[in-house]
Nanobody, 125 residues
Framework: QVQLVESGGGLVQAGGSLRLSCAAS????????MGWFRQAPGKEREFVAY????????YYGDSVKGRFTISRDNAKDAVYLQMNSLKPEDTAVYYC??????????????????WGPGTQVTVSS
């Protein structure tokens, strides 16, 4: 089993930047592809970014493409999300998750088995 904990959230003004971290413990996650999702109040959980276990391939949701960057350091059992040019509509709780070994639909929450508790990101206008 993998335990995930996100950190780095907070309050930032529009146009600012934040870097989220996701730390894993328990069973190593170096064999897992990882994803970041977010959920705003009253909305469904939304795909943000995805990275393969090697880090060689990344994918992004349309709303964050060009502004967010996902990366990972398997030696540190960590995944990161660099968020630049933040907008008020980026306000949400952000979650990291491990993709199921049999998963193939990286943009769907159901493709993931372990989740962190989330970290709040609030962008003021």
């Amino acid at each position: 089993q993998v335990q995930l904990v996100e950190s780095g959230g907070g309050l930032v003004q529009a146009g600012g930047s934040l870097r989220l971290s996701c730390a894993a413990s328990g069973r190593t996650f170096s064999g897992y592809a990882m994803g970041w999702f977010r959920q705003a109040p009253g909305k469904e959980r939304e795909f943000v970014a995805y990275i393969t276990w090697s880090g060689g391939n990344t994918y992004y949701g349309d709303s964050v493409k060009g502004r967010f960057t996902i990366s990972r350091d398997n030696a540190k059992d960590a995944v990161y999300l660099q968020m630049n040019s933040l907008k008020p509509e980026d306000t949400a709780v952000y979650y990291c998750a491990t993709q199921r070994p049999t998963g193939w639909r990286y943009n769907l929450p159901s493709d993931y088995n372990y989740w962190g508790p989330g970290t709040q990101v609030t962008v003021s206008s």
